[in-house]
């Protein structure tokens, strides 16, 4: 293999076993051995296991984000729509057989210090999601998009932690209606005049705020 394609499968192993058995139980060992490299290999690519571990959450970051966009834009059309089809997708992952809870609420609660550049790593992903939360509300013309995405990164949390213990998706169908019911109840913006861009809705830039 090529050395870039050697970095993507060792971030690929990394992250099938951090899911299956936590960061700190995945030794570098059992790492080398699934992914049949050689030590060496493995340090020529990242100097030290958190070093592996950030690229890891950093790659399923930029993974999963995508997949949720491009899955909510096949879904449906109009914003509105597009922030409840995020719950279509939540629960499509909590339904796949391989998932075991957030791997970034599991890192966070593994490097629990807000300086670990793991709990860091961690923390951007749940930040970049709000954001895509808020620039979906902004579309979605709500007045105040980012108490509107506040409340949905909630349900998305909530649904997530507690599809964790069922292993079902019930709890992502329960935080998908009382979205609905929330959304019901929010003030919208009316409509664009004619002759004003669609393109001209701003994007909303990560929160400060944290959302581990």
Do not use: W
């Not at 049949?36 to 571990?53: M, N, P, Q, S």
């Amino acid at each position: 293999m090529r050395r870039s394609e050697i970095r993507g499968h060792l971030l690929d192993t990394a992250l099938r076993l951090f899911n299956l058995h936590g960061y700190q139980a995945t030794g570098i060992d059992l790492l080398i051995a699934e992914a049949g490299v050689a030590k060496t290999t493995l340090y020529r690519h990242f100097e030290t296991k958190e070093e592996l571990i950030r690229a890891a959450l950093e790659r399923r970051d930029e993974e999963s984000r995508a997949e949720m966009r491009i899955f909510v834009e096949r879904r449906a059309d109009d914003p509105y729509e597009r922030l409840l089809a995020t719950f279509d997708f939540l629960e499509a992952s909590v339904r796949d057989k391989q998932f075991r809870g957030c791997i970034f609420m599991s890192a966070a609660g593994e490097h629990k210090e807000a300086v670990d550049p793991v709990f860091r790593a961690a923390l951007m992903h749940k930040r970049l999601v709000l954001a895509y939360f808020e620039e979906l509300a902004h579309a979605a013309r709500f007045a105040e998009p980012k108490r509107v995405a506040d409340a949905i990164n909630l349900l998305h949390e909530g649904a997530t932690a507690v599809a964790q213990m069922t292993r079902t998706g019930e709890p992502v169908r329960q935080s998908k209606r009382m979205a609905e019911n929330l959304l019901a109840q929010e003030v919208r913006a009316p409509s664009e005049p004619p002759g004003r861009s669609a393109g001209t809705v701003p994007h909303a830039k990560p929160s400060n705020a944290g959302t581990a």
